[in-house]
């Protein structure tokens, strides 16, 4: 299969995962700098990943915006995550460095914040890429977060290709990209031994050297 781009996920594919406890403790400081009062644990779980009805429904809880409170927490995961690159807690794979025989266009489409992309792409040696979305520090943002196919879409429709390959290391990045109706490569790195994915890939990888195999 000729593939005339190539798509990728970022944490988990192009950079390490950000530590979880790093996350829930950016969502807890994002509580009092809205003074919205002490959250469960429950709730800090909750906002790793709401959709906007959990997160209205929390937001009423403490008498909150729920625009407020999720700006709140977009800005700490940003602030942290950014913490995490300059001290190089969180880093590039080794094996990115495979992108730099890669002839056809590239992009990066991420669950995580724009800007922490950016601050990844600032702060990360990556072979440039000539297109990167993450998602908005809005409602809308969640709304559009892959499984939806929303921010792939756009990133195809900038590269102005036909037929991408998108890279992930989750059920939802195959699933973003079944519904665009395009290939599918999952690589499967240590923390997903045992990820079981309820569709199958059109490819599976266990580094991105197996992407110069595909093309």
Same mark, same amino acid.
């Given at each position: 299969?000729?593939?005339? &781009?190539?798509? $990728?996920?970022?944490?988990? =594919?192009?950079?390490?995962?950000? %530590?979880r406890d790093v996350l829930l403790e950016a969502i807890h400081g994002a509580f009092a700098d809205v003074g919205a009062?002490?959250?469960?644990?429950?709730?800090?779980?909750?906002?790793?990943?709401?959709?906007?009805?959990?997160?209205?429904?929390?937001?009423?809880?403490?008498?909150?915006?729920?625009?407020?409170?999720?700006? +709140?927490?977009?800005?700490?995961?940003?602030?942290?995550?950014?913490?995490?690159? #300059?001290?190089?807690?969180?880093?590039?794979?080794?094996?990115?460095? +495979?992108?730099?025989?890669?002839? +056809?266009?590239?992009?990066?489409?991420?669950?995580?914040?724009?800007?922490?992309?950016?601050?990844?792409?600032?702060?990360?040696?990556?072979?440039?890429?000539?297109?990167?979305?993450?998602?908005?520090?809005?409602?809308?943002?969640?709304?559009?977060?892959?499984?939806?196919?929303?921010?792939?879409?756009?990133?195809?429709?900038?590269?102005?290709?036909?037929?991408?390959?998108?890279?992930?290391?989750?059920? =939802?990045?195959?699933? &973003?990209?079944?519904?665009?109706?395009? %290939?599918? &490569? $999952?690589?499967?790195?240590?923390? #997903?031994?045992?990820?079981?994915?309820?569709?199958?890939?059109?490819?599976?990888?266990?580094?991105?050297?197996?992407?110069?195999?595909?093309?």
């Amino acid at each position: 299969m000729e593939y005339d &781009a190539f798509v $990728f996920d970022n944490d988990g =594919v192009l950079t390490t995962p950000t %530590d979880r406890d790093v996350l829930l403790e950016a969502i807890h400081g994002a509580f009092a700098d809205v003074g919205a009062g002490e959250p469960t644990n429950a709730e800090i779980e909750t906002l790793l990943g709401p959709d906007v009805a959990s997160l209205r429904r929390i937001a009423d809880e403490y008498n909150v915006e729920p625009s407020t409170l999720w700006e +709140a927490r977009e800005r700490a995961a940003i602030e942290a995550q950014l913490e995490e690159l #300059r001290t190089g807690r969180k880093c590039p794979y080794e094996d990115v460095s +495979a992108l730099e025989s890669l002839e +056809a266009p590239t992009a990066i489409v991420s669950n995580n914040q724009h800007e922490t992309i950016g601050n990844i792409l600032e702060h990360c040696s990556l072979t440039p890429f000539d297109v990167w979305y993450g998602r908005e520090p809005t409602l809308e943002g969640i709304e559009r977060k892959k499984p939806e196919p929303y921010y792939l879409e756009q990133a195809i429709t900038d590269l102005g290709v036909e037929n991408p390959l998108y890279v992930g290391d989750s059920r =939802v990045d195959v699933a &973003a990209a079944d519904a665009l109706g395009i %290939d599918s &490569a $999952f690589i499967r790195r240590d923390h #997903r031994h045992g990820y079981e994915l309820p569709t199958e890939p059109t490819h599976e990888i266990e580094s991105l050297e197996g992407i110069t195999s595909l093309y």
